[in-house]
């Protein structure tokens, strides 16, 4: 077994506290990653703090923003070599079998994939640890290649982050000559506003904080738009192709946003606030809109996001902080008092 120290919650919303714990020795396709950065996610408070009702299981490592250097592999890898910088990002397996995995959907996986932390590994023998650690045991096939030009600080939350934003502006086709609108600025919605840009499309911010105004505009965004004022609704009706919705609250007037896209237009969630949002049928009906959802990507769109972030040099903005600060990252995060992702060095440990 591997001795591994890490940052855990040993109870539902008390603070994280050093922990240490083992992780598995190699297996004949695993890759030991000594693990370097980690980024800190809206999901990991929720699920210290047991805000989805999911039943977290504790003690918990949170981290699924994780980038490193591998250790050493197992006797059956061929993917990675020692000293390959990777990835790891919201899930280190699935069950391979079902539809969705043969389509390489895996992220759908019907049975269930295995998220990083929180989840039962596949042969029932441990509960997975995350990325706030010094290390972590991998299958290959769950492990992505970080490019070269990207520093590893910068690129771990490109695993959840920009995956998140990515998939959604892939799969709805953002390109010249498409409309895209951002719901909120935060680690979500500024990795949306990068990647929609370098995409080619149009991309407006809507946000309830007029002073995010000069960020959106630093960031690639186009247009800002100040969603406190209900004329902004009123005079951009019809407007867009698509709408990011990165928000984690549900705090929110849908009908409104539903009535700033086009005919056919969609609006996608990515953002999971602990509370249901409440939508009205009708802005939906009247305009053959959608309403959607999307979550993390597939491993090989994963891939493919990182080789389009290292293509156009896009990176996060972030704040680095020791692993003995992440209660207090956490309290900021609560405060929207950060620009625009944590991420811990895992380095010094």
Known sequence: ????????????????????????????????????????????????????????????????????????????VTKYKIGDRVGVGCMVDSCRECAHCKKGMEQYCIPGNTMTYGSMERDGSAITQGGYSDVIVVNEDYVLRIPDNLPLDKAAPLLCAGITTYSPLNHWKTGPGKKVAVMGLGGLGHMAVKIAKA??????????????????KRLGADDFLNTKSPKVFQENTLRFDLIINTVSSADLNMANYFGLLKLDGTLVSVGAPEKPLTIHPFPLILMRRNFAGSVIGSIKETQEMLD???????????????PNQVNDAYARVLKSDIRYRFVIDMGKI
Not at 199 to 216: F, P, R
Not at 308 to 322: A, D, M, R, S, V
């Open 1 to 76: 077994m591997i001795q591994t120290k890490g940052i855990a919650a040993l109870k539902a919303k008390e603070a994280l506290v050093p922990y240490r714990f083992e992780r598995r020795d190699p297996k004949e396709y695993d890759v030991v990653i000594d693990i370097k950065y980690c980024g800190i996610c809206h999901s990991d408070i929720h699920m210290t703090r047991d805000e989805w009702g999911f039943g977290s299981p504790f003690p918990m490592v949170p981290g699924h923003e994780i980038a490193g250097v591998v250790r050493t592999v197992g006797g059956k």
């Open 199 to 216: 995409m080619g499309a149009e991309v407006t911010v809507l946000s309830q904080s007029e002073k995010k105004e000069i960020d959106a």
């Open 308 to 322: 389009f972030c290292g293509k156009h040099n896009i990176t996060p903005e972030i704040e680095l902080i020791e």
